[in-house]
């Protein structure tokens, strides 16, 4: 196959390893480009893109770098240089598919590299710190990267790491494969919506009925990490709209829960790029917390319902709420593009709703009477007697939804 796959490892000490698995991507019909890494001594073979190259790319030559020992800031070096390396070198149609192996330092390098690339981009890290309570989400970023655990340390091979590896090459060509270079184009209206397990039943609904209608629903789980790449992908002009019922991150983040948003722009992308977006308040008067034996004294004095064995909702305070109603605010008036706000009066989520344990409709007042107090007067914000699960409040959304968008791209 006339197809190349950029393989990425530390030369200086995985160097055998990295020879082995060229060798089986080889076996199985793709070219290999070889970038190193290593910071250290230089490889005994022949690589494509040496450690010289990549450090120049980032524009600090190695030897000033290693002259100053500080293996924090050469790991930083080769993270710049391996990432635009690898970019151009996507741009230029020269590589369909990246393959990483190493320890920390190494996957800390590749990785930068196949954060780089677009989505859709074939990518796999095989990587010996893939396990155990060490948090690894900052390698994966908001990419679809994938990291295999390599079980063994990758210090020379034997029947293990052998088998390993062969298994990560197949991966990688069996994704590659089957790659043209590009992501696949939307069959429909591409549209982005956020949605949360305690939403699921009015967002499944508002799914279907754009789907019947000529629209592509793209949905992001709001669980941090999963807004976030929304954004990302309303920058890069993947969507023609969005339709953003749960803003649980924003919430969750102010608090510091577990699913907070991995960065403060949550909000923002629709509103920079002009782009039609409908917003509710979905899930976002609560913070998701660990098993309920974890929680502090303060959560566990709070409205809280056990989601499952190791999450716990509780309810946000009126005054931490009236502060997450002023930055939905701040974010929805600097949009470029038509916004248009839906509250629902009936609770925000599944455990937000009369008789079960988030109902709390004095709470749900006090962030309404503050988004109204901060929004901007030319944003309109319509209250519906519903609960955000209800077609009672789903449909009429939906329909503003798609007369926005006929509004819009008729007058443009």
């Given at each position: 196959m006339d197809k190349t796959i950029l393989l990425i490892a530390t030369h200086?000490?995985?160097?055998?390893?990295?020879?082995?698995?060229?060798?089986?991507?080889?076996?199985?019909?793709?070219?290999?480009?070889?970038?190193?890494t290593g910071i250290l001594a230089p490889p005994?073979?022949?690589?494509?893109?040496?450690?010289?190259?990549?450090?120049?790319?980032?524009?600090?030559?190695?030897?000033e770098a290693l002259a100053r020992g500080d293996k924090r800031e050469c790991t930083e070096i080769m993270c710049q240089g391996a990432a635009s390396l690898a970019k151009e070198l996507h741009d230029q149609g020269r590589i369909f598919g990246v393959i990483g192996i190493g320890g920390a330092q190494g996957t800390e390098i590749a990785s930068a590299a196949m954060r780089a690339l677009p989505i859709g981009v074939p990518r796999l890290m095989a990587s010996t710190v893939a396990n155990g309570p060490h948090q690894f989400g900052f390698y994966v970023g908001t990419k679809d990267l994938t990291i295999m655990h390599t079980v063994s340390d990758l210090q020379g091979l034997n029947f293990l790491s052998k088998q390993i590896l062969q298994n990560a090459a197949g991966a990688i060509c069996g994704m590659v494969k089957h790659f043209e270079g590009r992501l696949l184009k939307p069959e429909g209206i591409p549209v982005a919506m956020s949605m949360l397990?305690?939403?699921?039943?009015?967002?499944?609904?508002?799914?279907?009925?754009?789907?019947?209608?000529?629209?592509?629903?793209?949905?992001?789980?709001?669980?941090?990490?999963?807004?976030?790449?929304?954004?990302?992908?309303?920058?890069?002009?993947?969507?023609?709209?969005?339709?953003?019922?749960?803003?649980?991150?924003?919430?969750?983040r102010y608090v510091g829960g577990l699913h907070g948003a991995i960065r403060a722009d949550r909000l923002t992308a629709a509103g920079a790029v002009g782009v039609p977006q409908v917003v509710a308040p979905g899930s976002g008067n609560y913070t998701v917390q660990g098993s309920p034996e974890s929680l502090s004294d303060d959560m566990r004095r709070r409205k809280h319902f056990n989601y499952n064995p190791h999450l716990t909702l509780?309810?946000?305070?009126?005054?931490?709420?009236?502060?997450?109603?002023?930055?939905?605010?701040?974010?929805?008036?600097?949009?470029?593009?038509?916004?248009?706000?839906?509250?629902?009066?009936?609770?925000?989520?599944?455990?937000?709703?009369?008789?079960?344990?988030?109902?709390?409709p004095e709470g749900n007042q006090v962030f309404i009477d503050a988004l109204k107090k901060h929004l901007d007067d030319s944003i309109p914000l319509v209250e519906l007697d519903a609960h955000i699960n209800d077609a009672d409040f789903i449909d009429p959304v939906i329909d503003e939804f798609m007369a926005m968008m006929a509004a819009h791209y008729e007058s443009g």
């Open positions: 200086d000490t995985k160097e055998e390893e990295a020879g082995f698995l060229k060798s089986c991507i080889e076996a199985d019909g793709f070219k290999v480009l070889v970038m190193d005994k073979e022949h690589v494509d893109i040496p450690q010289n190259e990549v450090a120049d790319r980032a524009g600090t030559p190695l030897e397990g305690t939403t699921t039943p009015g967002a499944l609904r508002a799914k279907k009925i754009l789907e019947d209608n000529g629209y592509e629903v793209v949905t992001f789980h709001q669980n941090g990490t999963g807004g976030i790449a929304m954004e990302d992908m309303i920058s890069e002009g993947t969507f023609q709209s969005v339709l953003d019922l749960n803003l649980h991150e924003i919430g969750d509780v309810r946000l305070l009126p005054e931490e709420l009236i502060e997450v109603a002023k930055e939905i605010a701040a974010k929805l008036n600097r949009a470029k593009g038509p916004v248009k706000v839906f509250i629902p009066l009936k609770g925000f989520s599944f455990p937000d709703r009369e008789g079960l344990p988030h109902w709390e």
